[in-house]
């Protein structure tokens, strides 16, 4: 770690002392004065600059190089000739792309996918918080959230696997117990029907412990002589869970909200590309997918970035919308 | 705030008792903590009967016979998973990974967002904006890809390091803590001392810091450990895979092993085939659910830091 490699001891205090009066004339002299300022500012801070250098490269490298290198989705991709020198092609691979009839059904699965997962994943954690908020025992509160929490831990690899293996019609759990009510094993993952509930689900089921923490910590963050007045007023718990606890932890959802919605197009490639199978894949064909499959295993780059373009500007646009509407309405958003 | 906290007037006072618990209060605890019963057993079935499946039999597994508790108890699963030498290999590498990969993307954050936290840094609006817009707005796939590709990253271990070394939401929780735990008097203090910025960033920064340090290297192992979206884009070379792609390629892809043409020892194969996948789920889950519980609380603190700042 460079940070903390050795450093030269620094000169003892006195000598800071006699550089101590040397500061004192600037505000006597301000013409002077600020430029000296300046200098002093950077003798001193260089180091920060120094700092921040290798970090500042990654950044130009590997996120500011690549939206340059987005000028391939309106040219003619040669690898031999580079982004640059590729020909021009104007807007013929978005062209391609609008006509192309696939390109209407990856959109419809991929909006349907983000907002199936919205409306089940922001209320869930909430209620989950707003219900551990009202426990006392406090063993009892700490299981449910150790174990809630758990699942965020685990891998989308193994999350899939296990979803799999659950659902199996053969050998899973979840077909032995519909076999307890009499009903013929499911073949869940065979039916393109359930992709989107075994998706949206599975993700609840992973991160709902996780996200009410957030919420929690807003709970906390409530003034209690609030709720004990409420309670000396004679308000019930729902009462107050109403009119305390939803209007204190407004501000967080509503920042959680933006950035789940900001987040529509950039719908997990990880978990979508683990649960597609030759069955599903008409509903579970989603964008981050179908990039990866044009690029990298086709080979279309200047394609498979065209979509990519296409979602990230969609992705940037809705999140502006929905800050505009959020602040519109609510007053609070990613920013002032 | 001068209010004393109900649980102590409640002792005192009875008259407090009566006001606090209805009946209605009391049937809605009721269903309360009945519905996060019910939360906590949807959480854990499934765990439960991976795990119960994993120490049963091949045959009692392929039958359906095991719901939350072992069936003929068997560790055959758990033999064949350990002495596997892909299973071993990704394991190794995986470690190298999570441990190379959280030394450079500590360093890196701390890096960058150390001077960012500090006022006399010259531009760190500036720079926090352009870092917040690469979040907002990226080149894709594609572009990434070939940025990889020209500095010669892709099938070498640097692929699965580098390119996405810093988090920016890593980079606001720790600008939060050092811009709101360190005073600016500590700063004061050791410039007085006549220690330099690296300096003090080595012997008064970083030392109080700790607890973000740790949250930060937690966030940035589990991220190594569990991702395997990067391994799938730029690696070829089997030898180099993490853990997760050979789970992915040995519990999803189906991949009968090549070579075993000998029927009998596929028929065995395939028999196996189901138990060791609850194996191989157990075993490469345990090291981060085994020190979950004593890094929870750190996570949290993180998540809260970073939701202070939004």
């Given at each position: 770690m460079?940070?903390?490699?050795?450093h030269p001891i620094p000169?003892?205090?006195?000598?800071?002392?006699?550089?101590?009066?040397?500061?004192r004339p600037?505000?006597?002299?301000?013409?002077?004065g600020?430029?000296?300022?300046a200098r002093?500012?950077?003798?001193?801070?260089?180091q920060l600059?120094?700092l921040?250098?290798?970090p500042?490269a990654y950044?130009?490298?590997?996120?500011y190089?690549?939206?340059?290198?987005?000028v391939?989705?309106f040219?003619?991709?040669?690898p031999?000739r580079?982004?640059?020198?590729?020909?021009?092609?104007g807007?013929?691979?978005?062209?391609l792309?609008?006509?192309?009839?696939?390109?209407?059904?990856l959109?419809?699965?991929?909006?349907?996918l983000?907002?199936?997962?919205?409306?089940?994943s922001?209320p869930?954690?909430?209620?989950?918080a707003l219900?551990?908020?009202?426990?006392?025992?406090?063993?009892?509160?700490?299981?449910?959230?150790m174990?809630?929490?758990a699942?965020?831990f685990?891998s989308?690899?193994?999350?899939?696997s296990?979803t799999?293996?659950?659902l199996?019609?053969?050998?899973?759990?979840v077909?032995?117990?519909l076999?307890?009510?009499?009903?013929?094993?499911?073949?869940f993952?065979?039916?393109?029907?359930?992709f989107?509930?075994?998706?949206v689900?599975?993700?609840?089921?992973?991160?709902?412990?996780?996200s009410?923490?957030?919420?929690?910590?807003?709970?906390?963050?409530?003034d209690?002589?609030?709720?004990e007045?409420a309670?000396i007023?004679?308000a019930?718990?729902?009462?107050r869970?109403?009119?305390?606890?939803?209007?204190g932890?407004?501000?967080?959802?509503?920042?959680?909200?933006i950035?789940?919605?900001?987040n529509?197009?950039?719908?997990?490639?990880?978990?979508?590309?683990l649960?597609?199978?030759?069955?599903?894949?008409?509903?579970?064909?989603?964008?981050?997918t179908?990039?990866?499959k044009?690029g990298?295993?086709?080979?279309d780059?200047?394609?498979?970035t065209?979509?990519?373009?296409?979602n990230?500007?969609v992705?940037?646009f809705?999140l502006l919308?929905?800050?505009?509407?959020?602040?519109?309405v609510?007053?609070?958003?990613l920013?002032? | 705030?001068?209010?004393?906290?109900?649980?102590?007037?409640?002792?005192?006072?009875?008259?407090v008792?009566?006001?606090r618990?209805?009946a209605?209060?009391?049937?809605f605890?009721i269903?309360?903590?009945?519905?996060?019963?019910?939360v906590l057993?949807?959480v854990?079935a499934?765990?439960?009967?991976i795990?119960?499946?994993?120490?049963?039999?091949?045959d009692?597994?392929?039958?359906g016979?095991?719901?939350?508790?072992p069936?003929?108890?068997?560790l055959?699963?758990?033999?064949?998973?350990?002495?596997?030498?892909q299973?071993l290999?990704g394991y190794?590498?995986?470690?190298?990974?999570?441990?190379?990969?959280?030394?450079?993307?500590?360093?890196l954050?701390?890096?960058?967002a150390?001077?960012?936290?500090?006022?006399t840094?010259?531009?760190?609006n500036v720079?926090m904006t352009?870092?917040?817009?690469t979040?907002?707005?990226?080149?894709?796939l594609i572009?990434?890809?070939m940025?990889?590709?020209?500095?010669?990253?892709i099938?070498t271990?640097w692929?699965?390091?580098i390119?996405?070394?810093?988090?920016?939401?890593?980079?606001?929780?720790?600008?939060?803590?050092?811009?709101?735990?360190?005073p600016?008097?500590l700063h004061?203090a050791?410039?007085?001392?006549g220690?330099?910025?690296?300096?003090t960033?080595?012997?008064?920064?970083l030392?109080?810091s700790?607890?973000?340090?740790?949250?930060?290297?937690?966030?940035?192992?589990?991220?190594?450990?569990?991702?395997?979206f990067?391994?799938?884009?730029?690696?070829?070379?089997?030898?180099?895979?993490?853990?997760?792609?050979?789970?992915?390629?040995?519990?999803?892809?189906?991949?009968?092993?090549?070579?075993s043409v000998?029927?009998?020892?596929?028929?065995?194969?395939l028999?196996?085939?189901?138990?060791?996948r609850?194996?191989l789920?157990?075993?490469?889950?345990?090291?981060?659910?085994?020190?979950?519980?004593f890094?929870?609380r750190?996570?949290?603190?993180?998540?809260m830091?970073?939701?202070v700042?939004g």
């Amino acid at each position: 770690m460079p940070t903390t490699a050795q450093h030269p001891i620094p000169p003892p205090a006195a000598r800071s002392r006699t550089a101590e009066p040397a500061r004192r004339p600037e505000p006597d002299v301000p013409r002077r004065g600020r430029r000296a300022r300046a200098r002093k500012a950077w003798r001193q801070h260089w180091q920060l600059y120094l700092l921040a250098i290798v970090p500042l490269a990654y950044f130009v490298i590997f996120k500011y190089i690549p939206m340059t290198f987005t000028v391939i989705a309106f040219k003619d991709y040669s690898p031999v000739r580079g982004p640059w020198g590729s020909e021009w092609v104007g807007l013929h691979n978005f062209q391609l792309l609008f006509a192309n009839p696939v390109f209407t059904q990856l959109l419809k699965n991929t909006v349907y996918l983000a907002f199936y997962l919205i409306l089940a994943s922001f209320p869930i954690p909430i209620l989950l918080a707003l219900a551990l908020n009202e426990i006392r025992q406090g063993w009892f509160k700490r299981t449910v959230q150790m174990v809630t929490y758990a699942p965020y831990f685990i891998s989308t690899v193994v999350v899939v696997s296990m979803t799999i293996l659950v659902l199996s019609p053969r050998a899973g759990i979840v077909n032995t117990g519909l076999g307890l009510f009499g009903v013929d094993p499911i073949n869940f993952m065979g039916e393109p029907g359930w992709f989107r509930h075994i998706y949206v689900w599975t993700d609840v089921w992973q991160t709902a412990g996780y996200s009410a923490v957030i919420y929690m910590a807003a709970l906390a963050g409530i003034d209690p002589a609030l709720h004990e007045s409420a309670r000396i007023d004679g308000a019930s718990r729902l009462q107050r869970i109403r009119h305390i606890d939803l209007p204190g932890i407004m501000p967080t959802a509503v920042i959680i909200l933006i950035l789940g919605v900001g987040n529509t197009m950039a719908i997990g490639f990880e978990k979508t590309y683990l649960l597609q199978n030759d069955l599903n894949l008409g509903l579970s064909e989603i964008i981050p997918t179908y990039v990866y499959k044009t690029g990298l295993i086709n080979a279309d780059f200047s394609m498979a970035t065209a979509v990519g373009l296409f979602n990230s500007v969609v992705n940037l646009f809705l999140l502006l919308v929905v800050n505009f509407a959020a602040k519109r309405v609510t007053g609070n958003g990613l920013w002032r | 705030m001068s209010v004393l906290p109900l649980s102590r007037l409640r002792r005192r006072n009875p008259a407090v008792t009566k006001v606090r618990e209805t009946a209605g209060d009391r049937m809605f605890m009721i269903v309360v903590t009945l519905m996060l019963v019910v939360v906590l057993a949807v959480v854990l079935a499934p765990i439960v009967f991976i795990v119960a499946s994993s120490f049963s039999s091949a045959d009692a597994v392929n039958a359906g016979r095991v719901s939350f508790w072992p069936v003929d108890f068997s560790l055959h699963a758990y033999h064949v998973a350990l002495t596997n030498s892909q299973v071993l290999q990704g394991y190794y590498n995986s470690l190298i990974y999570a441990v190379a990969g959280t030394a450079i993307s500590v360093t890196l954050t701390v890096a960058i967002a150390y001077p960012l936290s500090r006022k006399t840094f010259y531009g760190r609006n500036v720079i926090m904006t352009l870092l917040i817009f690469t979040m907002l707005f990226s080149g894709g796939l594609i572009p990434t890809y070939m940025v990889v590709q020209d500095l010669g990253m892709i099938n070498t271990r640097w692929a699965l390091l580098i390119p996405n070394a810093i988090g920016v939401w890593q980079v606001i929780i720790a600008r939060t803590f050092f811009a709101t735990s360190i005073p600016d008097e500590l700063h004061e203090a050791a410039m007085l001392d006549g220690a330099s910025e690296l300096r003090t960033l080595r012997s008064v920064v970083l030392p109080l810091s700790k607890p973000v340090l740790a949250v930060l290297a937690l966030m940035y192992a589990i991220f190594q450990w569990n991702t395997y979206f990067d391994a799938l884009v730029y690696l070829k070379d089997t030898d180099l895979y993490p853990l997760q792609i050979v789970l992915r390629n040995m519990l999803l892809l189906n991949a009968n092993r090549p070579g075993s043409v000998d029927l009998a020892q596929q028929m065995e194969g395939l028999r196996l085939a189901n138990v060791l996948r609850y194996a191989l789920i157990v075993v490469s889950s345990l090291p981060v659910l085994l020190i979950y519980p004593f890094i929870a609380r750190h996570f949290t603190k993180g998540v809260m830091v970073g939701a202070v700042k939004g």
